[in-house]
């Protein structure tokens, strides 16, 4: 059964940083490509940032320069480094993996004070 679960969400003023986790267990047959999205307050779930297989990154241009996303294929993980946060990127994290099929975990709570 494949599982994503992300963590390392929490409360941090304006201008913090933190660093989110995902860790997928399971078997999974041509991963092409991991990503992160979010849930902002009266928004729809938005597309941050994403790795291909091939370890080639995007990003949003709200995030560009402040966030980061690695991966450590050892540990089945996938990071999303966030600084100089803003009020604006207070939601729900989620990092969703694309293969034959699409799995999405639970997602992690930031907020982010003013």
């Known amino acids: 059964q494949v599982q994503l679960v992300e963590s390392g969400g929490g409360l941090v003023q304006a201008g913090g940083s933190l660093r989110l986790s995902c860790v997928v267990s399971g078997i999974i047959d041509n991963i092409h490509t991991m990503a992160w999205y979010r849930q902002t307050p009266g928004k729809q779930r938005e597309w941050i940032t994403s790795?291909?297989?091939?370890?080639?990154?995007s990003y949003e241009d709200f995030v560009k320069g402040r966030f980061t996303i690695s991966r450590d294929d050892a540990k089945n993980t996938l990071y999303l480094q966030m600084n100089s946060l803003k009020f604006d990127d207070t939601g729900v994290y989620y990092c969703p993996l694309f293969s034959t099929l699409n799995y999405w975990g639970q997602g992690t709570q930031v907020t982010v004070s003013s």
């Open positions: 790795i291909t297989r091939a370890g080639d990154v």
